[in-house]
């Protein structure tokens, strides 16, 4: 992509209303654009991240057994009723009412619908264990949404739903999800740790939030250093081994996490001192067991072996990639601008061409552009006029993990500069070790983070 030919729109100074360095960045960088409270638009370089971070959620689910659907946004009013939680829901539902006077809602989440589908079609427990997911804009109208997209009234998230025939089942589903979530956030570049959690208005006896480690963490966290050092499992892990699941499961839960909502000064009173992690989180992703609280008021039955019909016992589990993209910022960024993971990053290398116009400059960087674009990069080519010192600064804002600096004066030894954005290091070499170089690291990136 040629800059001069993409819309960026970067802005000098952060809005005043932006409190968290997240937002700030965000809009700084041209990313995202408000509408009106709580309200995005996601612009190029927003959207980029967005759906990469949207296609390894999506490819982790699939890994771990779970069937893509799309369900609407617009809901009618009569699901809801069904289920009790119309009326429970509150302000949170932002209600709508169509030209026949209608009930509709905005859906602030699925379980309704979710069980409105698997009942029309699944009837016996031989087409169990089942579970759906999409990945589709949610509304909750928030009392005071703040810092961006990290808390926003539209928001973007994946919500799958589980379906078993017994509790026991749908606990081994819960364990599935809880595991493809430590390899989700792992692929994302994140250390995100599962934390014993409340059910609020889903629902249910069995929950767990993950959450990633940032200053600016809207929940405080106590936790036990062990989290730190526990490895997330390969892409090679067998889902349909609920022995092996459970034994991930059980060693991501043994030691003490538990959110300031949940916390227990007894419990955390026995965790030696010296392993005592408290510092601050977001919440990126939360999932629920419920057994059966929907499918009994809504009569989502399946028939046993033994003949009898039960009410399918089931579970949610939700990931907010919206949030993501912000608590991707809060974790990585310093003075200069956003760092991205490898694995979203929405360009791999900035090519920084310091004299457009002159003949070497712009003929070396077609080269490298053509060259690494052909080997798979996803190259932003800075080909603009703009002053040196603000490619640099544009460069360094939009944190792509490396930028490839071609002058005039460099050229003439036959070298150009490459400099990895989070360590700040640079490095002069040729136009060919500069490409075998980031050849290397696209290797090693595809076997750390690809599927
Ligand atoms: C689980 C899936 C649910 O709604 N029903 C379907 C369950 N869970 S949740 O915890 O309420 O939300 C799941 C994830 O969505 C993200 N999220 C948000 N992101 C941005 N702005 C918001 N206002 C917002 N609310 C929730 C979070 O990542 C959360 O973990």
Redesign the pocket.
């Known amino acids: 992509m040629l800059l001069s030919k993409y819309f960026l729109p970067v802005l000098k100074e952060a809005p005043r209303e932006a409190e968290i360095i997240s937002h700030q960045l965000m809009l700084r960088a041209g990313m995202i654009k408000q509408q009106s409270a709580g309200i995005y638009s996601w612009l190029p370089l927003g959207l980029k991240v967005l759906r990469k971070v949207e296609q390894i959620v999506r490819e982790e689910q699939n890994r771990a057994g779970a069937v893509e659907v799309l369900m609407p946004t617009i809901q009618s009013a009569d699901l809801w009723r069904e289920s009790g939680r119309y009326d429970d829901y509150g302000k949170e539902m932002l209600r709508i009412t169509d030209r026949h006077e209608r009930d509709m809602l905005f859906g602030?989440?699925?379980?309704e619908m979710i069980t409105d589908i698997f009942r029309a079609y699944v009837k016996s427990y031989k087409d169990l264990p089942l579970n759906l997911y999409h990945i589709q804009w949610k509304f909750?109208d928030?009392v005071r949404?703040r810092f961006g997209?990290?808390?926003?009234?539209e928001?973007f998230?994946k919500?799958?739903?589980s379906f078993d025939l017994d509790e026991a089942s749908s606990r081994a589903a819960y364990y599935r999800m809880f595991v493809s979530y430590l390899r989700t956030f792992d692929r994302l570049g994140v250390k995100a740790i599962p934390m014993r959690a409340d059910t609020?208005p889903?629902g249910g006896d069995l929950s767990h939030?993950f959450l990633i480690l940032a200053d600016t963490g809207e929940s405080e966290v106590f936790c036990h250093g062990d989290y730190m050092k526990l490895d997330v499992p390969g892409a090679g892990l067998d889902y349909s081994d609920d022995d092996a699941i459970a034994g991930i499961v059980n060693d991501w839960t043994a030691s003490y996490a538990r959110t300031d909502e949940m916390h227990d000064e007894a419990l955390w009173g026995e965790v030696a001192s010296g392993d005592q992690m408290n510092a601050r989180g977001i919440?990126?992703?939360?999932?629920?067991h419920f057994g059966q609280k929907y499918s009994e008021p809504m009569g989502a039955k399946v028939t046993g072996p033994d003949g009898k019909d039960t009410p399918v016992y089931m579970g949610?589990?939700?990931?907010?990639p919206?949030?993501?993209v912000a608590a991707l910022i809060e974790a990585g960024h310093d003075d200069n601008g956003i760092i991205w993971p490898a694995s979203v990053a929405p360009f791999d290398v900035g090519l920084i061409n310091l004299r457009p116009g002159n003949e070497k400059t712009d003929t070396a960087c077609g080269s490298l552009y053509d060259q690494l674009t052909n080997a798979g990069f996803d190259v932003l080519y800075d080909d603009t006029d703009n002053r040196a010192g603000g490619k640099f600064a544009l460069a360094d804002l939009i944190g792509l993990p490396w930028q490839l600096i071609v002058g005039p004066r460099g050229l003439e030894n036959g070298e150009v500069e490459l400099k990895e954005r989070a360590t700040g290091e640079r490095e002069s070499l040729t136009m060919e070790a500069a490409v075998n170089r980031l050849t290397e690291w696209q290797s090693a990136t595809r076997a750390r983070f690809g599927g």
């Open positions: 602030p989440t699925n379980e909750r928030e949404p997209v990290m808390r926003g009234r928001f998230m919500d799958a739903y609020g889903i939030e919440e990126v992703g939360h999932i629920f949610s589990y939700g990931i907010g919206s949030r993501v």
